[in-house]
């Protein structure tokens, strides 16, 4: 598996449990979190990537994995985040938005 991308599959023998997940985008969470449950994420730091002081942010050192909704952060932001994973080497999914393209973005053949 490359070191950016995470890949996960319900019900396999690669489904991981009890991840920390930052999740970058999105006002609103909605069903996100009930989906993310699904893949063994136990835990969500949200950070909606609204206000300019998240571009100060250190991703947390108990993250396992981000997920970051590119339709709802700057190039910035994006740029920043993405970084910050590639040095941790964390993976990072990227997903339009909702719960359907998430649903693509994470079970990826």
């Known amino acids: 598996m490359h070191q950016n991308t ?5 019900g396999s023998s690669a489904e991981v449990t009890g991840l920390t997940v930052l999740l970058v985008g999105a006002d609103q969470l909605g069903n996100i979190p009930k ?6 994420c136990k835990e969500i730091i949200h950070w909606s990537g609204r206000k300019a002081q998240t571009r100060k942010k250190s991703i947390p050192a108990n993250v396992h994995m ?3 909704f590119h339709d709802f952060v700057s190039h ?16 990072i999914v990227f997903s339009r ?6 649903k693509r973005a994470m ?3």
């Open 66 to 68: 981000v997920l970051l």
């Open 97 to 102: 938005r909702g719960t359907a393209d998430l």
């Open 76 to 91: 910035g932001l994006m740029d920043i985040v993405k970084e910050q994973a590639k040095r941790r080497r964390l993976p």
């Open 107 to 109: 079970v990826k053949k």
């Open 6 to 10: 995470f890949s996960l599959r319900v």
């Open 35 to 40: 989906e993310l449950e699904q893949y063994g």
